[in-house]
C-alpha cells in the first residue's frame, strides 16, 4: 500500500497557522468591524458542506454597539435568573466551569459577559425541521471564524446568544418563527491573545 507523504510545505500550510492561532477571544479593540470584512466572513460560512447541500444557515448580524450591549444586558438576566432556580450546586459547576474555559479573563473587570463588547454579533439560524442543521452550522461557524483570523480578525462562538429568543428584544432580531437560533459568534479586533487550552490527544482509536 502507498503511503502519503506529506513535505515540509504542507505542514507549514497557511490553513494549518490559522486552524491553531485561533482562540476564542473575549476582549476586542474599540474599532468596528468593516462591512466588507463581514461579507467576506460571511461568504466563507457559505462555502461549508452542509447535508444533502441545503444550505441551511442564515445570518443576522448586529453591528449597533448600543443593540449589542442591549442585547447582552437582557441575556444576562434571564441567565442570572435560570442560575439562581439551578441551586447552588450548580452555580459551583458553573463557576468553575467559566473560569477553566476562558483561563487569564479578569470577569469582574468585564462589563459585558456575553458579547464581550465586540463590535460583531452574527447570529445564526437554520429551519427548525432541518435534522441536520447544527452539524451544518457548526461547520460554517467554523469556516467564518477561520477566515476572520486569516483576515486578522478574532472571533468567539457564544452559545449563550441563543437566550436572546427568551428575552423581550428577539423581535429586533426579526427571525421569521419557522427558524431557530443555533448559534451566536461575536467579531472584532482582539485585545487579548490567550493561550491555547490543553487539547486531549488519547483519542483517536485507529483501527487495522
Ligand atoms: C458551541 C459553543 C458554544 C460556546 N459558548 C460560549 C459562550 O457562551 N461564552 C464564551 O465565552 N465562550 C463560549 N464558547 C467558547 C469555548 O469556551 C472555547 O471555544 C473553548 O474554551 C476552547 O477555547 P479556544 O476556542 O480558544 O480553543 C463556546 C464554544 C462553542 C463551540
Same mark, same amino acid.
Given at each position: 500500500?502507498?503511503?502519503?507523504?506529506?513535505?515540509?510545505?504542507?505542514?507549514?500550510?497557511?490553513?494549518?497557522k490559522?486552524? #491553531?492561532?485561533?482562540?476564542?477571544?473575549? $476582549?476586542? $479593540?474599540?474599532?468596528?468591524?468593516?462591512? =466588507?470584512v463581514?461579507?467576506?466572513?460571511?461568504? %466563507?460560512g457559505?462555502? %461549508?458542506?452542509?447535508?444533502?447541500?441545503e *444550505?441551511?444557515?442564515?445570518?443576522?448580524?448586529?453591528?449597533?454597539?448600543?443593540?449589542? /450591549?442591549?442585547?447582552? =444586558?437582557?441575556?444576562t438576566?434571564?441567565?442570572?435568573?435560570?442560575?439562581?432556580?439551578? +441551586? !447552588?450546586?450548580?452555580?459551583?459547576?458553573?463557576?468553575?466551569?467559566?473560569?477553566?474555559?476562558?483561563? +487569564?479573563? /479578569?470577569?469582574? $473587570?468585564? @462589563?459585558?459577559?456575553?458579547?464581550?463588547?465586540?463590535?460583531?454579533?452574527?447570529f445564526? @439560524? &437554520? !429551519?427548525?425541521?432541518?435534522?441536520? &442543521? %447544527?452539524?451544518?452550522?457548526?461547520?460554517?461557524?467554523?469556516n467564518?471564524?477561520? &477566515?476572520? =483570523?486569516?483576515?486578522?480578525l478574532?472571533?468567539?462562538?457564544?452559545?449563550?446568544?441563543?437566550?436572546?429568543? #427568551?428575552?423581550e428584544? #428577539? !423581535? *429586533?432580531?426579526?427571525?421569521?418563527?419557522?427558524?431557530?437560533?443555533?448559534?451566536s459568534i461575536?467579531?472584532? #479586533?482582539?485585545?487579548? @491573545?490567550?493561550?491555547?487550552?490543553?487539547?486531549?490527544?488519547?483519542?483517536? @482509536?485507529?483501527?487495522?
Amino acid at each position: 500500500m502507498e503511503t502519503e507523504v506529506i513535505n515540509e510545505m504542507q505542514i507549514k500550510s497557511e490553513t494549518l497557522k490559522t486552524i #491553531y492561532e485561533r482562540r476564542a477571544v473575549r $476582549k476586542y $479593540k474599540d474599532l468596528p468591524a468593516d462591512k =466588507k470584512v463581514i461579507e467576506k466572513i460571511l461568504d %466563507a460560512g457559505r462555502m %461549508a458542506p452542509s447535508a444533502l447541500n441545503e *444550505q441551511s444557515w442564515k445570518f443576522y448580524i448586529v453591528t449597533n454597539k448600543k443593540t449589542i /450591549h442591549l442585547f447582552s =444586558k437582557a441575556i444576562t438576566k434571564i441567565a442570572a435568573k435560570e442560575f439562581i432556580k439551578a +441551586g !447552588p450546586k450548580k452555580i459551583i459547576k458553573s463557576i468553575i466551569n467559566l473560569f477553566r474555559f476562558s483561563h +487569564g479573563l /479578569h470577569f469582574p $473587570k468585564i @462589563t459585558d459577559h456575553v458579547f464581550y463588547e465586540a463590535p460583531a454579533v452574527i447570529f445564526i @439560524t &437554520a !429551519p427548525k425541521d432541518n435534522e441536520w &442543521a %447544527a452539524l451544518d452550522i457548526g461547520m460554517c461557524a467554523q469556516n467564518m471564524m477561520l &477566515a476572520a =483570523k486569516s483576515m486578522g480578525l478574532d472571533s468567539c462562538p457564544v452559545g449563550f446568544g441563543k437566550y436572546i429568543k #427568551y428575552t423581550e428584544l #428577539y !423581535p *429586533q432580531l426579526h427571525i421569521p418563527s419557522s427558524e431557530e437560533i443555533h448559534l451566536s459568534i461575536i467579531f472584532g #479586533y482582539g485585545d487579548e @491573545t490567550p493561550e491555547a487550552h490543553k487539547r486531549v490527544t488519547k483519542n483517536a @482509536t485507529f483501527i487495522d
